[in-house]
């Protein structure tokens, strides 16, 4: 089991940035990538950002590459979603998920944060 818990969402101007960050427990050994998915109301649940855990290569989905930053503290087990140049679109629930070793896809989920980018 690993325990996801978020933070850093708000509301914030068009053009404006925040920082997500997740923080991991329990089985924090077993993980082999975290991610950022997004989810709104007129959108169905995607894939925002992800990071393998020990090599750091990343992939982003289009709509943010150049904006949206994905980094990890290992000792820290965190990890952080740096978003800027935010759009309105960019609006939705952020949710943080761990895949672990031996699993085929994302296993673990956070509570999700709400990110509101007014224009």
């Known amino acids: 089991q690993v325990r996801l818990v978020e933070s850093g969402g708000g509301l914030v101007q068009a053009g404006g940035s925040l920082r997500l960050s997740c923080a991991a427990s329990?089985?924090?050994?077993?993980?082999?990538?975290m991610g950022w998915f997004r989810q709104s109301l007129w959108k169905e649940r995607e894939s925002v950002a992800t990071?393998?855990?020990?090599?750091?290569?990343?992939g982003y989905v289009d709509s943010v590459k150049g904006r949206f930053t994905i980094s990890r503290d290992n000792a820290q087990n965190t990890v952080y979603l740096q978003m800027n140049s935010l759009k309105s679109e960019d609006t939705a629930v952020y949710y943080c998920?761990?895949?672990?070793?031996?699993?085929?896809?994302?296993?673990?989920w956070g509570q999700g944060t709400q990110v509101t980018v007014s224009s």
């Open positions: 329990g089985l924090t050994l077993r993980l082999y990538a």
């Open positions: 998920a761990s895949r672990t070793f031996g699993s085929a896809d994302f296993n673990f």
């Open positions: 990071i393998t855990w020990s090599s750091g290569r990343t």
